[in-house]
């Protein structure tokens, strides 16, 4: 297309600096300025829109007149489509900086000859500042340049132009050159140990380019430095099948089957070992919940022994913490926090993980009876829980706690804090909240637990009806979870609930199969029933009731749990009212 270079008007710089204009064209076209009135919303001609983007795109942002008009009116003859272009050149230009006069120069679009540009130092594309961070931080290999540069790439280039050939060729450099980065900060971070930030970062990368073998063999080799021997052999598997979908007959590249063969060639005796050791798991959650607490913590021992020759450092924690609430439980809370923080999560630890190392922390201290600070506990557990972060699967020898699971137990033991330390509006909400995560879970021992702080929330308030049905429920569960510990613990409190709302024959005949049940036991459990069949009989008998409560407080002493004795004081002190007020 020829013609006359004063066919069109031009435009120069006028008066002082502008304000600096950024146009956006990764994940959508923008425009924006940084001072002064902000360009238009809408703009009133679709080819001005494409005007800006198809100078904003193109190196040097200069384009001939004539590759415009060949992009945007690639049928019209040369009259119309010089037409066109003044026209569009008007609408951008007022578009970008609605303020302008009539006839003034504009500050971003400027005209030179046949030659259409923006106005150097005053226009900031996105893309070009992307294209710079990528360059420079692919130079460096520094992870934390490489991070800031694949942030930058903030969205597909374009997405309402996905069919336009003219971004087409770009669209192709971006993308690559966003593979690029992605794969060298996965390996950079691989390189500095960070396993779980390298396999988030492969794997964002395959969904957007499944068949990307650098990306697969980042989580390949990361499952090997985990010791996760089948994780890498499926991975391999998975790449294999997105290489052959991608292009029928291809296949993984030497390295990638170099890293298959270690894989495969990884001795079994260490698979043995973690079936050994998941079968101890097992065992000693049947130990536990039979209430044979010292057995099961001789059998967990064994488990962390296995799991430290192994080498598998996020089933020594989660069995770390599973051994330290046991240990808790039966009153040795110093040896339940030296061996917890012997085995601390690390720094790249699976939420699950590092919310158990919590919990576990929250337990030990709400068994010492410091329970602001098991709250305090709690809530970290919960708050790690709530954030949603992107960790690949981890087929760890000992398997990670459900998430819901973690948070029924979070909530549910800060409204258990709150309610000791006699914040009883404060305990309602954690309690409700934790009902839910307890019902997905489908573990009927855990919803008992929810259950039992419901139905003391409830006596608290008054409300004893309602506890009543709570506890049922809980006792319900605990039987069918078979536990013979909660078992007991549930009669006694639905023993003092049924107390309060003067039904003393169902009081005592639960609170007397609570101490029949728990006997057994002795130390906390026995404890609880005691005092409860103390309190039925402090009007009826005295005396045994008397005689009850130095039994309880010996167990509950016996126990070294401060909720217990806490108990059994709160008891004598309603003997001695109860005394006081008796005719002499």
């Known amino acids: 297309m020829g013609g006359p270079a004063h066919a069109y008007d031009t435009g120069g710089s006028h008066g002082a600096a502008p304000p600096v204009l950024h146009i956006r064209l990764l994940g959508g076209f923008r425009a924006e300025r940084e001072g002064g009135v902000p360009p238009a919303e809408r703009w009133s001609r679709p080819s001005a829109r494409t005007l800006v983007k198809l100078l904003a795109l193109t190196p040097g942002h200069q384009l001939h007149r004539e590759h415009i008009m060949a992009a945007c009116w690639p049928h019209a003859e040369l009259p119309a489509a010089l037409r066109n272009l003044r026209v569009a050149l008007h609408a951008a230009r007022h578009a970008l900086e609605p303020e302008l006069a009539p006839r003034a120069a504009s500050s971003y679009i400027v005209t030179d000859g046949v030659l259409v540009r923006l106005t150097a130092g005053t226009v900031l594309v996105d893309v070009e500042q992307a294209e710079v961070l990528a360059g420079s931080a692919l130079a460096s290999g520094g992870a934390s340049e490489l991070a800031a540069a694949l942030a930058a790439f903030t969205g597909d280039l374009l997405p309402e132009d996905e069919y336009a050939a003219w971004a087409e060729p770009r669209r192709a450099r971006l993308a690559e050159l966003r593979q690029r980065v992605a794969i060298a900060l996965a390996r950079a971070r691989l390189a500095a140990g960070e396993t779980a930030e390298a396999a988030a970062t492969a794997r964002h990368l395959l969904e957007f380019a499944p068949a990307d073998e650098r990306a697969h063999r980042v989580l390949i080799e990361g499952y ?72 099961a913590i001789r059998v967990l021992r064994e488990a962390l022994a296995s799991y430290e020759l192994q080498h598998a450092h996020d089933a020594c924690t989660l069995t770390a913490a599973r051994l330290a609430e046991v240990l808790a ?88 804090c709150h309610g000791l330390l006699g914040r009883h509006e404060q305990a309602i909400k954690p309690a409700e909240q934790a009902l839910s995560p307890a019902e997905e879970s489908g573990d009927p021992a855990l919803l008992s637990t929810v259950l039992s702080v419901l139905r003391e929330n409830a006596r608290r308030a ?29 009669r006694a409190n639905l023993a003092e609930v049924h107390l309060l709302l003067g039904e003393a024959r169902d009081a005592d005949q639960l609170a007397r199969a609570a101490v029949d ?68």
């Open 462 to 490: 008054g409300h004893h009806r309602r506890a009543l049905g709570y506890g049922r429920r809980a006792l319900t569960l605990a039987e069918q979870a078979g536990r013979p510990t909660a078992t007991a613990f549930e």
């Open 224 to 295: 090997l430095r985990r010791g996760m021997r089948r994780a890498a052999v499926r991975q391999y598997e998975e790449c294999a099948a997105a290489l052959d979908s991608s292009e029928p007959g291809a296949r993984p590249a030497p390295e990638t089957v170099r890293l298959h063969r270690a894989a495969l060639a990884q001795p079994r005796a260490a698979e043995s070992e973690a079936d050994a050791a998941r079968v101890r798991l097992d065992w000693a959650r049947a130990l536990e919940r039979s209430g044979r607490y010292d057995d």
């Open 517 to 584: 049940l728990a006997d057994p036991f002795g130390g906390t459990c026995l404890a609880f029933a005691l005092t409860a069949l103390a309190r039925v009989r402090t009007a009826t008998d005295p005396d045994a009731a008397r005689t009850l409560l130095d039994r309880a407080e010996r167990c509950a002493h016996e126990g070294g749990h401060r909720q217990a004795v806490d108990e059994v004081r709160a008891a004598r002190a309603e003997w001695d009212a109860a005394a006081r007020a008796r005719p002499t």
């Open 329 to 416: 439980r039966v009153g040795t809370p110093r040896e339940a926090r030296a061996t917890l923080h012997a085995h601390p999560p690390g720094p790249h630890a699976p939420v699950e993980v590092r919310a158990t190392h919590q919990m576990a922390e929250a337990m030990i201290l709400f068994h010492e009876g410091n329970y602001e600070a098991g709250l305090a506990a709690a809530r970290s557990a919960e708050a790690v829980l709530r954030h949603r972060e992107v960790v690949p699967p981890d087929p760890q020898p000992a398997k990670h706690p459900d998430r819901a699971v973690l948070l029924a137990r979070a909530l549910a033991q800060q409204a258990t």
